[in-house]
């Protein structure tokens, strides 16, 4: 072990056992007794908000009652019938802003039934027994490509293979999974969750995993020649730049990328953090990375966001969550400076007002210590594929259809919606509901 | 500060907490603790008569209903009476009764329908300073299939002859236990009265059968494979105790008969409304049994916190204080009208009210876009359903109309005066009001 206060950028800056503990489940799963008292709490309301609150519209009332009356796997068929990764999304979606919010127990008493905690609790019970509860239709001879295996891909070809077509799905990445197996914060999908359950959603048969990456060695031409259908769940692997000077100093990093190391490392105590780290960004990335960063031992750690606290797009539990674990929050700062001698040293952050203009520098500055500064300021698409494209996503219309023929695409690389896993599930599986029908017309 | 010391058929008690017959207090030990703990008497548990005592299984002898949380809302026992030696059980209500003068010893007792088997007992009995008997005719299960228990319970003849060798052979009071396994609980109570005791108590369990074991398709509690129905107590049961209590307070025939109100009693409230309907006092069996003996301390403080509030001096100020209101439909006031109203400030938007007044009552809430809920006057019955189904407390009342107001439903004005079924015109056997 390396000592904490090691300046500089150093691996193993905390124990093994200290790291354990620390990249842990984040929330525990509950025991049964437990989740018979938080199913309890579920007033059943009719036409329940919740619902509406879920983009994948999970009859949440229905999968709590049946928990309530003994059966839990019952409740994870609910679940799963609308959303085949209600698994992961029971570990990542931020049900604060989501069916937590609307449910009426947090409007009455500010404590909502914990509906993602108890959908853990059902999908962990069901996908425990290890058998894929669904079953494929009498194959309908058509196949169908799906491009990119993270959510979107993944929901899009369930389905699609549940429908009776193959499915063979591209993945450029050596692991499907896309951000929950590469971009997902550690402590949210312990136990190589995000893989279980990839392999778990391809267990119904008929989806036919292969390599392959669009603009590579794949084309879209060349996918509607060979095949009925296209999805395409690319996500957004391009990150933004920062635009400030030093930019290119050794010690600015994607934020995405420092995740994807972690998540994919065997062993954390292998993984180089500074002692002084600066993200830059306001999202669920900025986050994950800053909180990540202090878990792994770094000393000080800063998310600077240019903006307000109430235009920060993470939640307010992110942002308190950030703050337990030591994490501090300035906001109204923006980068103008990295300096350093050859590697980063220090960061120079201007303060921001907004005027009748947008943002603009106050011109006041304030130098923090930094060796490791993360870009958490927004990915972008790397391939449209020749799309019709708008504000940088592939233009689709409300089932999925992008511009082209035959050409269906989700997620975060498709326009309409947050950029959230639930929404790319939900994405995925109405495109291959409207792919079903185009090709059973 | 209220003064909540009960006498109860001249027995003196420091409350009106009793301990039902029942495991509670089987033994010296139990007891002495309960007393330690404050309770202001006990029931002990049911004697049989000399010679072998009976024995009970030894698998489970009880099955449970649970609400939220496991909170335990109904037991089911399958226990007999005592299983220990006669003597024993005397020796100890003896010395128990001399150390604790100030508190009431009932001993409870079951014995064969058969004169000399009571003639034999109750001396024995007499011996032991307790200041009263309890004759168990309510034990639905194991016993009653004896001859005894409920198979006596359910003959009033029986329960008026063996009350009538009691208040022979016995000098101090006696109290008949009812069982309510039985279509009209009036008939037994007035049984009682004529064989001449001082009293009633109920009620004993209700036959029941909890739960089935579905892998083994049987009974629960289940034993080797078989089970019996057992007898049903705790919170569960308590409006039933409390209906057939009401039914002999306000029974010309058993008016005034002392009652002592035994079911589901679990916090001072049970208490007062057993009380208010009648009872002289309260036996507590399955809350004790579930929570141990110190519930009785909120019992006490409860109790007289809240005769201070109402200015009760002491229990007789409000013993039967409801019964005069406890009718029968037919006298209800039909022009009484009120219409549920719902506080859009506390409604937190559920829908309950909605979805259980459109798809089950009236169809008269409306739901808007924005969920707000209402209520529709010229559709409202008045049921009550809403607030029953509303989870938040005081969020729907119901409001009565004023006379001179018009009822939206039937279009009429409310009228001032009472008019009851009995001279409604669409009573066929209506009597003119005169
Ligand atoms: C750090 C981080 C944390 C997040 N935390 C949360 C969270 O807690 N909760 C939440 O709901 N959301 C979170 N999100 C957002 C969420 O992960 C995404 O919205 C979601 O994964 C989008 O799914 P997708 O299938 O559209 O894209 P992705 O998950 O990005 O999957 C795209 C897949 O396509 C593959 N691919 C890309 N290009 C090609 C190509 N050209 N050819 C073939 N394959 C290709 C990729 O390798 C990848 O497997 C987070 C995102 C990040 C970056
Ligand atoms: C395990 C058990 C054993 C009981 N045994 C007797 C008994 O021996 N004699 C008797 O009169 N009642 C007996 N009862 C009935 C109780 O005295 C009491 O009437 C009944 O439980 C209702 O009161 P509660 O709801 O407070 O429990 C027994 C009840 C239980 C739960
Ligand atoms: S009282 Fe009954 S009829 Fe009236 S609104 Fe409520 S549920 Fe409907």
New binding site residues.
């Given amino acids: 072990m390396t000592d904490p206060m090691t300046p500089g950028i150093a691996a193993a800056r905390l124990s093994k056992e200290a790291l354990a503990e620390n990249f842990a489940d984040l929330h525990a799963p509950y025991a049964p007794h437990e989740a018979a008292v938080a199913a309890d709490r579920c007033y059943f309301c009719h036409d329940a908000p919740c619902i509406t609150a879920c983009p994948t519209s999970i009859d949440i009332p229905l999968f709590i009652r049946q928990i309530q009356a003994g059966q839990p796997e019952g409740a994870a068929r609910t679940i799963l019938d609308q959303n085949i990764l209600g698994g992961m999304c029971a570990r990542?979606?931020?049900t604060e802003t989501l069916c937590e919010e609307a449910c009426v127990r947090e409007a009455a008493e500010g404590k909502p039934v914990e509906i993602g905690r108890l959908q853990r609790h059902a999908t962990d019970v069901l996908m425990a027994k290890g058998d894929h509860p669904y079953t494929r239709a009498a194959d309908t001879g058509k196949r169908v490509a799906v491009?990119?295996?993270?959510?979107?891909?993944l929901a899009c070809a369930h389905r699609l293979a549940m429908k009776g077509h193959a499915v063979t799905l591209?993945?450029?990445?050596s692991k499907?999974?896309?951000?929950?197996e590469f971009?997902?914060?550690a402590y949210?999908s312990v136990d190589d969750f995000a893989a279980r359950e990839a392999e778990w959603v391809m267990g119904i048969g008929g989806i036919t995993l292969a390599q392959?990456?669009?603009?590579?060695d794949?084309t879209l031409d060349g996918l509607t020649a060979e095949f009925d259908a296209v999805f395409l769940?690319?996500?957004?692997?391009g990150v933004n730049a920062l635009r400030a000077e030093g930019e290119e100093r050794a010690g600015v990093e994607d934020?995405?990328s420092f995740?994807a190391d972690l998540r994919q490392a065997g062993d954390l105590a292998s993984l180089p953090i500074g002692r002084n780290v600066v993200v830059i960004g306001g999202g669920?990335?900025a986050v994950?990375?800053a909180v990540q960063a202090k878990l792994l031992g770094a000393q000080n750690v800063t998310i600077a966001y240019r903006r307000a606290r109430e235009d920060m797009s993470a939640s307010r539990y992110e942002q308190d969550l950030a703050a337990s674990k030591g994490v501090r929050l300035m906001f109204n700062v923006m980068p103008k400076a990295v300096h350093g001698n050859g590697a980063a040293v220090e960061i120079e952050l201007e303060y921001t007002a907004s005027g009748p203009d947008g943002l603009r520098g106050t011109g006041e500055t304030i130098r923090l210590p930094a060796d490791q500064v993360f870009k958490a300021i927004g990915?972008t698409l790397?391939?449209d594929a020749g799309l019709a494209v708008e504000g940088g996503k592939i233009t689709v219309d409300a089932s999925g259809k992008s511009s082209m023929d035959r050409v269906w695409a989700?997620?975060?690389?498709a326009s309409g919606g947050d950029?959230?896993?639930?929404?790319?599930v939900a994405e995925?599986r109405d495109a291959a509901e409207d792919i079903h029908r185009v090709l059973s017309a | 500060m209220a003064d909540i010391s009960a006498n109860f058929l001249g027995i003196k008690s420091p409350n009106p907490f009793w301990l039902a017959s029942a495991p509670p207090t089987d033994k010296e030990y139990n007891v002495r603790r309960a007393f330690e703990a404050g309770w202001g008497g006990v029931v002990w548990k049911t004697l049989g008569s000399e010679g072998p005592p009976v024995v009970n299984v030894n698998g489970p002898r009880y099955g449970a209903i649970y609400g939220a949380d496991r909170r335990l809302l109904g037991l089911n026992n399958i226990e007999l009476i005592t299983d220990r030696d006669l003597y024993t059980n005397l020796d100890e209500i003896k010395r128990v009764k001399a150390d604790y003068p100030d508190r009431a010893i009932i001993v409870s007792i079951m014995v064969p329908c058969e004169e000399e088997a009571w003639k034999a007992i109750l001396p024995l009995v007499e011996d032991t300073g307790a200041d009263g008997i309890e004759l168990n005719f309510g034990c639905p299960h194991g016993m009653s299939e004896r001859g005894m228990g409920a198979a006596v319970g359910q003959v009033p003849e029986y329960i008026e002859m063996v009350t009538r060798w009691c208040k022979q052979y016995y000098s101090k009071p006696v109290i008949v236990k009812l069982t309510p396994n039985i279509t009209d609980i009036r008939k037994p109570a007035a049984a009682a009265k004529a064989g001449g005791a001082d009293a009633v108590s109920l009620i004993n369990t209700i036959n029941s059968i909890t739960s089935v074991d579905l892998d083994n398709m049987c009974p629960e509690p289940s034993i080797d494979g078989k089970g019996t129905h057992g007898g049903y107590c705790g919170p569960a049961v308590k409006p039933i105790a409390m209906s057939m209590v009401s039914e002999i307070a306000r029974n010309p025939e058993t008016n005034g008969l002392p009652i002592s109100g035994i079911g589901g009693v679990t916090t001072w409230r049970d208490a007062a409304e057993f009380m208010a309907l009648g009872c002289g006092n309260v036996q507590v069996c399955t809350a004790a049994m579930t929570y141990g003996f110190k519930i009785v301390q909120e019992m006490i403080a409860g109790l007289s916190q809240w005769m201070d509030e109402k200015g009760h001096a002491s229990l007789d100020d409000f013993i039967g204080m409801a019964v005069p209101n406890t009718t029968d439909w037919q006298y209800l006031n039909l022009n009484h009208i009120t219409k549920a109203r719902i506080s859009q400030d506390d409604c937190i938007k559920c829908g309950r009210c909605y979805a259980a007044c459109e798809d089950t009552s009236h169809q008269a809430i409306s739901m808007s876009e924005d969920r707000t809920f209402e209520v529709i006057d010229a559709e409202c019955v008045a049921c009550n359903l809403c607030v029953n189904v509303c989870p938040v407390e005081g969020c729907i009342t119901m409001e009565t109309l004023a006379p001179g107001a018009i009822d939206a439903r039937t279009g009429k004005t409310v009228e001032a005066d009472y008019a009851n079924w009995t001279t409604h015109p669409n009573n066929p056997s209506a009597t003119a009001a005169e």
């Fill in positions: 990542v979606c931020p491009v990119g295996a993270g959510p979107a891909g591209y993945e450029a990445r499907p999974g896309g951000l929950n971009g997902i914060a949210k392959g990456m669009l603009g590579d794949l769940g690319v996500g957004l692997g934020a995405v995740i669920m990335t994950d990375a990915q790397t391939t989700g997620g975060d690389c950029d959230l896993t639930v929404t790319a995925g």
